[in-house]
């Protein structure tokens, strides 16, 4: 009798690989010091649609000049939103900015504590599976894979210890 058949161990490689990729796709842009953000609106089509993920790096004084475009926080920091910058105050402190699909600027002006920075590259559609839901999707698969490693070690060092192939050694 086999312990282990050759689709639970297929499975489990699926699982991990799966895990594994979407680890490394939050990880490694973390790691060189970028901000994902995922759009939400149509506002900046056709530059981005919604659902377009970015991976935004943070902006020096230089690169927040009229033209460019900015990603930063709006409702005390619970959104992020990109938008196009139109005006820079003398002072360089505040910024007004607007959408690619819109006619007027945005009603409120963009503090530079606001700022996460610019975004430098964007997969297309990807955001739009990434929300609230899909995130706690993913953290509960990765909380029934930890369970089900923890059980299949279990479960084969019980095996193992019922049927003799490990040896008990006791030392003095």
Same mark, same amino acid.
């Given at each position: ?5 050759? $689709? ?6 699926? #699982? ?11 990880? %490694?842009?973390? =790691? ?12 900046? *089509?056709?530059? &981005? ?19 460019? *475009? ?5 409702? $005390?920091? +619970?959104?992020?939103?990109? +938008?196009?910058?139109?005006?820079? =105050? *003398? ?10 699909? $819109? ?5 409120? *002006? %963009?503090?530079?504590?606001? #700022?996460?920075? $610019?975004?430098?590259? &964007? %997969? ?17 698969? &990765? ?7 923890? =059980?299949?070690?279990?479960? #084969?060092?019980? &095996? ?9 050694? %006791?030392?003095?």
């Amino acid at each position: 009798m086999k312990l282990f058949p050759k $689709q639970s161990i297929m499975l489990s490689l699926f #699982v991990l690989m799966f895990m594994l990729l979407s680890v490394l796709t939050v990880v %490694i842009p973390h =790691a060189f010091g970028f901000t994902m953000a995922i759009v939400t609106s149509d506002a900046m *089509e056709p530059t &981005y649609s919604k659902g377009t993920l970015l991976f935004v790096k943070n902006a020096s004084e230089d690169n927040l000049v009229v033209g460019n *475009e900015v990603t930063y926080y709006v409702d $005390q920091g +619970r959104q992020m939103r990109t +938008r196009r910058i139109v005006a820079v =105050a *003398e002072n360089q402190s505040v910024l007004y900015t607007i959408g690619d699909n $819109q006619n007027q600027m945005e009603p409120k *002006e %963009i503090q530079k504590s606001q #700022v996460i920075g $610019q975004p430098i590259f &964007y %997969i297309p559609k990807v955001g739009a599976w990434l929300n609230q839901t899909t995130i706690q999707l993913f953290k509960n698969m &990765y909380l029934l894979f930890a369970l089900y490693i923890l =059980a299949t070690t279990l479960f #084969v060092t019980f &095996y193992q210890i019922k049927s003799g192939s490990v040896k008990k050694t %006791i030392t003095s």
